[in-house]
């Protein structure tokens, strides 16, 4: 009976820590912000896209997550540039880094009868080649720019995360979350910072 109850305890660990496990997104950050630039106080702002290769509707939806993550800030969003102190381009994508591919080996030997003879033979021995395992990792990307109603660069955040997803609506919103907290900062060199994913 013990052993039934230690088997049960067991499972039920192992469920629960998997449930609870999370994924965590490794990331490279750079920004930087012109002198003249200050954070204080709330800022109007607008969203662009840096290209128009984007599509208007997937766009809008991944905006909901930038407009978050500004609110956060003290940002405020308006629909006209005429009202915007900042008006922010945003480009973002995926694009296939690396490729490996790996040969599976299967070693051992093969048998035969020659000449019409009952007994096996050895053929042949040593290594089989049979299928192929690819690995591609992406590099998935945001880029951030802020400008002013002149056309000055204000700040810009650049963030890159390399894996084996090429689904963007999966990884921009980590990569928005990682951008925010380097908004109007200075940083000297690239850091590497890490996200997790706080879903169950």
């Not at 662009?48 to 003290?74: C, I, N, V, W």
């Not at 299967?106 to 033979?121: E, V």
């Amino acid at each position: 009976m013990r052993k039934y109850f230690l088997l049960y305890l067991l499972f039920v660990m192992m469920f629960f820590g998997a449930c609870s496990s999370k994924n965590a997104y490794k990331m490279s950050v750079s920004s930087i912000t012109a002198l003249s630039y200050t954070q204080n106080g709330a800022k109007n702002y607008t969203l662009k896209p840096m290209s128009d290769k984007f599509d208007s509707l997937y766009f809008a939806r991944y905006s909901q997550d930038l407009d978050k993550e500004l609110a956060t800030l003290g940002y405020q969003k308006v629909f006209s540039d005429s009202l915007a102190q900042e008006i922010i381009y945003v480009d973002y994508g995926v694009n296939e880094s690396s490729k490996t591919i790996q040969p599976n080996l299967n070693w051992g030997f093969t048998l035969g009868s020659p000449w019409g003879y009952r007994h096996p033979f050895f053929s042949s021995i040593g290594y089989d080649f049979y299928n192929t395992s690819v690995t591609i990792i992406y590099n998935r990307y945001l880029t951030l720019v802020a400008k002013d109603k002149k056309g000055e660069s204000l700040w810009r955040v650049d963030v890159s995360s390399y894996g084996e997803s090429n689904k963007i609506a999966e990884v921009l919103p980590k990569l928005i979350e990682g951008a925010t907290p380097y908004i109007g900062e200075n940083l000297k060199n690239p850091i590497n910072i890490v996200v997790e994913d706080k879903k169950k």
